[in-house]
């Protein structure tokens, strides 16, 4: 059986890190969207819990409903349906959005800096308060999002700017409005890394926490270490001849003899097929041929294979970045905390 391990150890040593840099373990919420990256939601939700984190993030009502027990406040991210709730917070990625929310509900503001995504305009800020307002909606946030924080250049700078110029407006308007204490919010993970002194409310680390963080030469760079490790079963071992083939349209060919084994995991498991022929293990084993729905080749005879212990090896070979091979990990493939 294929089996997905999340270290503890791992994990909190990454939370230690980044409650040092930020300055405290209130200023944590830990970002469980789309199953916990992949790590398991309420596997992910229980050892945050245990740390001592209070905050969470999610994409939908349907994830904040699983993890209810084990957190403060969530802040919701997406999503199109809304449900009162002392311990929910909804994020407004748009002016029209506000219309469609019922009187009580605890929103936080998204203010677009410069990723032109979601959230208000930054001239749109008076409006959308006058519009929450009108609609009776409780104000509990203002937050912002950087769209290149992990990388080296002048762009976090900018953004940073303008999410204080969004602030200073927030905190004289606020009176008017008749809200009262927001918290303010614009880091991820690279951005938390960017900053000297924190000063913010509330860092959303999502790719950090879970070890993973990849930032450009010359940045900061974090001592974490990757929560998951991946690894598969053995079905079946076989000799292959020289000039044999493996796998669907033979694009492996054995150059000698050689002992080849199937595993239990493939791209329906979310093993990308992108990384077919490319791919070697931790332990040096060579992925062959391509990988199948449930079933890929390595070399050897190992009964468990590691197949990765730092997703961004794998994302890396399969042309991609680690979060999406993260995500795509099936639900079902069962996880173990070690
Ligand atoms: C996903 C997400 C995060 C977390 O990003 P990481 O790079 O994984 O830390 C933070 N904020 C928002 C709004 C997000 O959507």
Not at 18 to 43: C, F, M, P, R, T
Not at 166 to 185: A, C, I, M, N, T
């Amino acid at each position: 059986m294929a089996i997905i391990q999340l270290s503890r150890k791992a994990y909190f040593h990454n939370l230690d890190i980044i409650a040092q840099k930020v300055g405290d373990l209130s200023k944590i919420a830990v970002v469980l969207k789309d199953n916990a990256y992949g790590h398991g939601l309420i596997e992910m939700a229980k050892l945050a819990h245990e740390y001592g984190v209070k905050d969470a993030v999610v994409h939908n009502i349907a994830e904040a409903e699983m993890i209810k027990a084990y957190f403060e406040r969530i802040l919701i991210l997406g999503g199109h349906s809304y449900k009162v709730d002392p311990q929910y917070f909804y994020v407004i990625n748009g002016l029209s959005q506000i219309a469609l929310m019922p009187e009580g509900l605890q929103v936080e503001l998204k203010v677009d800096t410069g990723m032109h995504r979601n959230g208000v305009a930054m001239d749109e800020v008076e409006e959308a308060l006058h519009a929450l307002s009108e609609r009776g909606l409780i104000l509990k946030g203002v937050m912002t999002h950087n769209r290149s924080a992990d990388t080296l250049s002048s762009e976090w700078f900018w953004q940073r700017e303008n999410f204080k110029i969004v602030k200073e407006q927030v905190l004289s308007l606020q009176d008017k409005f008749g809200f009262e204490g927001p918290r303010f919010h614009s880091a991820n993970s690279a951005s938390t890394f960017r900053f000297q002194n924190f000063d913010e409310d509330l860092v959303r680390v999502g790719i950090a926490a879970y070890g993973c963080l990849e930032m450009d030469k010359g940045l900061e760079q974090p001592d974490l270490k990757p929560v998951l490790s991946l690894h598969a079963q053995k079905i079946a071992t076989r000799t292959l001849e020289k000039g044999q083939h493996v796998g669907y349209n033979a694009t492996f060919r054995a150059q000698e003899r050689m002992t080849v084994s199937s595993y239990d995991l493939g791209y329906a498991d979310g093993l990308l097929r992108s990384a077919s022929n490319q791919y070697k293990t931790p332990e040096g084993e060579q992925l062959l041929g391509r990988v199948s729905m449930d079933n890929s080749s390595f070399t050897g005879d190992r009964e468990a294979l590691v197949v990765f212990e730092n997703v961004n090896d794998y994302a890396k070979v399969a042309g991609t970045i680690g979060y999406e091979v993260l995500t795509a990990l099936h639900p079902e493939i069962k996880r173990v905390v070690v």
